[in-house]
């Protein structure tokens, strides 16, 4: 049985051994519906987490796992900029009192749920719109939009 041997750029291939690219192993693999968990607990949860991290109530990087590059980037600038604007005003943190009302989801394509998420405060009702994609055997929030 022939073996093909996992190299690093500075490891040298025997004479008539392949070397393999080992980046193709690590690559994320789609998901389909099949093998991903219902998606409506991490519609509610992710809301909740970013709404609270926006309040100042939360670590923003406590949600990384969840959030695709793209989106979890996009999510630490407005945590960012709520920050400062607290600062500017001199106010705290605080847990935001919140209600989710409702929660609809929709499947364009396989391994792919497009969801909004209604929320209530004492102050107005947000809508959070969330893109989940399968990636490696669990939904990772591809786009997210606080409206």
Do not use: C, K
Not at 75 to 80: A, K, P
């Amino acid at each position: 049985m022939v073996t093909t041997p996992l190299i690093d750029d500075h490891a040298r291939v025997a004479p008539g051994a392949r070397a393999v690219d080992i980046s193709e192993f690590f690559a994320p693999q789609r998901t389909g519906h099949a093998d991903l968990p219902d998606p409506t607990p991490l519609l509610r949860n992710l809301t909740v987490g970013v709404l609270e991290a926006l309040a100042g109530a939360r670590e923003v990087e406590q949600l990384a796992r969840w959030l695709a590059e793209e989106a979890f980037l996009s999510v630490v600038t407005r945590v960012n900029l709520a920050a400062r604007a607290r600062s500017a005003r001199g106010m705290a943190a605080v847990r935001p009192h919140q209600r989710i009302t409702s929660v609809r989801h929709s499947s364009p394509a396989d391994g792919v749920v497009e969801g909004v998420v209604i929320v209530q405060t004492p102050m107005r009702t947000r809508a959070v719109a969330i893109r989940l994609e399968g990636i490696d055997r669990r939904w990772r929030a591809t786009s997210l939009a606080l409206l």
